[in-house]
């Protein structure tokens, strides 16, 4: 027969502590600014992915290039094809129209 542990001590309502929300966050800035910027706003994937492949040869190697892409699936999409050609995925920032700019490094 199975029956459900008592996990130890459990609290009185009074001693419950008040949970306060924590301030919104200023949005995050990039560290560096990127060497080529690849407008993919509006279109759909893999559009964005395709138009990285073509240009990310542009800047030299350890450059940045910002893709700005508002297409959910892009969100994903560019940090695994960056995993998938052994580049680094830098960050993706939230931009005040909407969309992200997803930043990649060129590692070779």
């Given at each position: 027969?199975?029956?459900?542990?008592?996990?130890?001590?459990?609290?009185?309502?009074?001693a419950?502590?008040?949970?306060?929300?924590?301030?919104?966050?200023?949005?995050?800035?990039?560290?560096?600014?990127?060497?080529?910027?690849?407008?993919?706003?509006?279109?759909?994937?893999?559009?964005?992915?395709?138009?990285?492949a073509?240009?990310?040869?542009?800047?030299?190697?350890?450059?940045?290039?910002?893709?700005?892409?508002?297409?959910?699936?892009?969100?994903?999409?560019?940090?695994?094809w960056?995993?998938?050609?052994?580049?680094?995925?830098?960050?993706?920032?939230e931009?005040?129209?909407?969309?992200?700019?997803?930043?990649?490094?060129?590692?070779?």
């Amino acid at each position: 027969m199975w029956r459900r542990r008592t996990g130890g001590a459990r609290r009185a309502p009074e001693a419950a502590q008040e949970v306060t929300q924590p301030e919104p966050a200023e949005p995050v800035q990039p560290a560096e600014p990127p060497a080529l910027t690849i407008d993919a706003l509006g279109r759909k994937c893999p559009i964005p992915i395709i138009m990285l492949a073509e240009r990310i040869n542009q800047v030299a190697t350890g450059g940045v290039v910002a893709v700005l892409a508002d297409d959910p699936a892009a969100f994903t999409d560019v940090p695994a094809w960056c995993r998938l050609k052994s580049h680094e995925h830098v960050g993706s920032y939230e931009l005040p129209q909407g969309g992200w700019s997803i930043h990649v490094r060129r590692n070779y």
